[in-house]
Every structure is written in structure tokens, then in C-alpha cells.
């Protein structure tokens, strides 16, 4: 099992920051990746960002590129996304995801959110 545990939301007006962490416990050996998802009211989940656990890769929805910036740090278990230039539609709940693989199968975990709102 692996949990993950996000901070760093709040309100933030239009056109402002925000960094979010995740930090995951547990078995995180088999971690592959680790990313973003967020869940708008009346919306669905919808991918944000994903940064691979040990290759210098990264993915990023086209709503977000150029604003947003995942990062991780290895030895703290833990990810982050900076968010820049927030706009009123990046107002969502934010979920923090953990892919692993235990032979002979994958993973996905998810953390409990943390609530973005962006002010116009």
C-alpha cells in the first residue's frame, strides 16, 4: 500500500501562484510514476500533469503547459506543482496519484485532494 498526502491548496486570485506537494509513505519501491489529476464541480477528473520516478521524463495537459511545472524529490517521496498564472478555470479539487508496479501488476493510488480556487 501507498498513501499520499497533498498540501498547498488554497485561494489564490487570478493570475497568482500556487505549489502543491505530495508526499507518499508506504510501499513506494515500485513507484513508475507519479502525477496530478483535478476534479472541477460538475466536471470529470481530468489529468494534469505526470513525471516519470526515475527517468528525466515529463507530461502535461495542454490547458496547463507553459504554466504549470511538475517537479519531484526522490528522497522525500514527494512531488510538486507549481502552478503559475492561475486562472479561474484551474478552480478544481486536486488529486495527487502514485503509479507502481509490484510484479505481477500495476498500481494506481490516489490521495484524498486539496482544494484549489482561483478569484477573478
Known amino acids: 500500500q501507498v498513501q499520499l498526502v497533498e498540501s498547498g491548496g488554497g485561494l489564490v486570485q487570478a493570475g497568482g501562484s500556487l505549489r502543491l506537494s505530495c508526499a507518499a509513505s508506504?510501499?513506494?519501491?515500485?513507484?513508475?510514476?507519479m502525477g496530478w489529476f483535478r476534479q472541477a464541480p460538475g466536471k470529470e477528473r481530468e489529468f494534469v500533469a505526470r513525471i516519470s520516478w526515475s527517468a528525466n521524463s515529463s507530461d502535461y495537459a495542454d490547458s496547463v503547459k507553459g504554466r504549470f511545472a511538475i517537479s519531484r524529490d526522490n528522497a522525500k517521496n514527494t512531488v510538486y506543482l507549481q502552478m503559475n498564472r492561475l486562472k479561474p478555470e484551474d478552480t478544481a479539487v486536486y488529486y495527487c496519484?502514485?503509479?507502481?508496479?509490484?510484479?505481477?501488476?500495476?498500481?494506481?493510488?490516489w490521495g484524498q485532494g486539496t482544494q484549489v480556487t482561483v478569484s477573478s
Open positions: 496519484t502514485a503509479e507502481c508496479y509490484y510484479p505481477p501488476r500495476a498500481y494506481n493510488y
Open positions: 508506504g510501499r513506494t519501491s515500485g513507484t513508475l510514476t
